[in-house]
């Protein structure tokens, strides 16, 4: 499990690269415009919002609402129809694939881990867009390889096959070499999958400090509602690939658009410690 002391090695975070904003930055970092894209028998329906600078945000949404197309999209992985993602104002479809890698790591629901490598090798994979054809790491890249590996606490697994390591190890092998790529927004699409609550609450916890103290500004695909209540700063809901609501949790995660969306009864009170919206699942009458 990732240590306790998490704090302090936070403040030692590279001085060469910081993604720390100033007031100008308080300008909507992202700005999704009138978003679309379509399947064969699947639609998402024009999405538009805005992320400022260091904000956590949540996607969620049922089986099949188009949580994870969505962050393909804002990725630049997939075209869409109609619609633009500009980041600091820029059209993403603009950009060059090493301009989008330098501003945007996508840590992918299933990633592919196909040829057998040490973690250090594999985290290292995530300075390729810092480096010219055929530089090797640099001084600066291996001061955040370092940083990266030590945040996340994998250090002591940095000589071990990444194909042999748990699944909650290798969620935070995975996390490092994203954050190795130095990137200014992280795409998160189900990290806490497979993990149990310990190595949810740990990982979710070091990904919104590193969104409230370093600055990163992410966003979330999860199922688990009760982690994007407690960690969110804003939520927005899909329903059958189109938006339902976008806010702060406790304007979007309440009973009627919650029941709309899951087709379930849900009670949502709050939770006694944090204050936040507390969902659980309700047995209907007859149920055993």
């Known amino acids: ?23 100008e930055d308080l300008k909507p970092f992202m700005r999704v415009t009138d978003l679309t894209f379509a399947y064969k028998q699947f639609s998402l329906r024009p999405i538009s919002f805005e992320v400022p600078p260091g ?29 633009k993602v500009l980041l600091r104002g820029m059209d993403i479809r603009q950009m060059t694939l090493r301009q989008r890698a330098r501003q945007i790591a996508l840590v992918a629901q299933e990633s592919q881990l196909n040829f057998p490598m040490s973690v250090r090798e594999f985290v290292l994979m995530g300075c390729h867009p810092h480096l010219s054809w055929f530089k090797f790491e640099d001084r600066q890249s ?47 699409d189900e990290p806490t999958m497979h993990l149990d609550v310990g190595y949810q609450m740990e990982l979710v916890q070091l990904i919104k400090s590193l969104s409230r103290d370093k600055g990163f500004t992410v966003i979330m695909v999860t199922h688990e509602l009760n982690i994007a209540a407690e960690f969110s700063d804003q939520v927005l809901l899909l329903n059958e690939g189109h938006p339902l609501a976008f806010g702060s949790p406790e304007e979007v995660l309440d009973e009627a658009n919650l029941m709309r969306v899951f ?26």
């Open 263 to 288: 087709r379930t009864d849900l009670l949502v009170d709050r939770n006694p410690i944090s204050g936040a919206p507390r969902i659980t699942p309700v047995r209907r009458e007859g149920d055993r």
């Open 142 to 188: 291996l001061e955040v390889l370092e940083w990266a590996l030590d945040i996340t606490d994998s250090q002591l697994l940095t000589h071990r096959n990444i194909q042999e390591l748990s699944g909650g190890e290798k969620q935070r092998a995975i996390l490092a070499r994203a954050l190795v790529q130095q990137p200014k927004l992280m795409l998160l």
């Open 55 to 83: 904000a956590f945000t949540t996607v969620l949404g049922s089986n099949g609402s188009g949580k994870s197309t969505l962050l393909k999209l804002i990725s630049g992985y997939l075209k869409p129809r109609t619609g």
């Open 1 to 23: 499990m990732m240590a306790s002391s998490r704090e302090n090695r936070n403040a030692m975070a590279p001085t060469a690269w910081t993604n720390s904003f100033t007031a």
